[in-house]
């Protein structure tokens, strides 16, 4: 079985297809395009970031969802807790760059200026740790999973470099093929679009409500036109696919072009 991620060995997203699949090959890919692309081939299984409890959506991976033929079939928490690797020895007064995947570097935002460090945005945490090994300059670190250093030969030099301590990163599970509910499913991701009037997504949302589902996060996203908008939203509702149908069967006269991105079993309310 192949289970593919963006990133390189020991990113975190390394480290959750090993968590939930041990017996798995992992396969990593540069781009979150390239890992959608790889699923059309073939890939088993993508998993991929797509939530951030302080950063917010990773939008690469949101915007992906609707075009691609694939559904989300699990969840999976991390709490994620940056460090600073480098190279030994180092005092971190002689450290001026930080090397990290974008998302880290916006989790660690108000530390990396405290320290008057320079954020440089690269591919992923484990690429930057490479990078940082191979320069061999002492003045730059990778702002990484600690779990990262010795790979490269690299030490921790500080630890929790985070602004939150309750920093966490939700991840989903993409398979290919449309979507299916299982007896113990109790959360669905959704996609629609409204009419461009007045109180539209006001009586969308107060529908979908009042057929039961408990809205935990919805956002908005440029649709296939201009000026217009699709809506992402996760809800939670009765287990299995009756419950799944008293929100979505008949569909909502308030939404147009609903589409389930898929059904699976919460870890987040």
Known sequence: MKVGYQGEERSYSYQ????????????????????????????????????????????????????????????????????????????????????????????????ITEHGWEPVPVADTAGAVRRVAEDGNPAQVALAPPTAAGLHGLVVLMTDVVDRPDNTT?????????????????????????????????LALAELGLRGANLTRIESRPGPEPWSYRFYVDLIHTPGREGLARVLEPPPATLARLQVLGSYRSVVR
């Open 16 to 111: 959750v297809v090993r968590d939930l699949f041990p017996a798995a090959q992992p396969v990593g890919y540069p781009t979150f395009a390239a890992a959608f692309a790889a699923l059309e081939e073939g890939t088993d299984r993508l998993v991929l970031p797509i939530e951030n409890s302080s950063t917010g959506s990773v939008l690469p991976v949101l915007d992906r969802l609707a075009q691609a033929p694939a559904t989300i079939v699990a969840e999976h928490l991390v709490e994620v807790r940056h460090a600073l690797l480098g190279i030994a020895g180092t005092p971190l007064e002689l450290v001026r760059r930080v090397l990290s995947h974008p998302e880290a570097l916006a989790q660690a935002e108000g530390k």
């Open 170 to 202: 939700r991840f989903v599970v993409l398979a290919a093929g449309d979507p299916q509910i299982d007896d113990d499913d109790d959360k669905t991701s959704i996609m629609f679009e409204t009419a461009h009037r007045p109180g539209a997504l006001a």
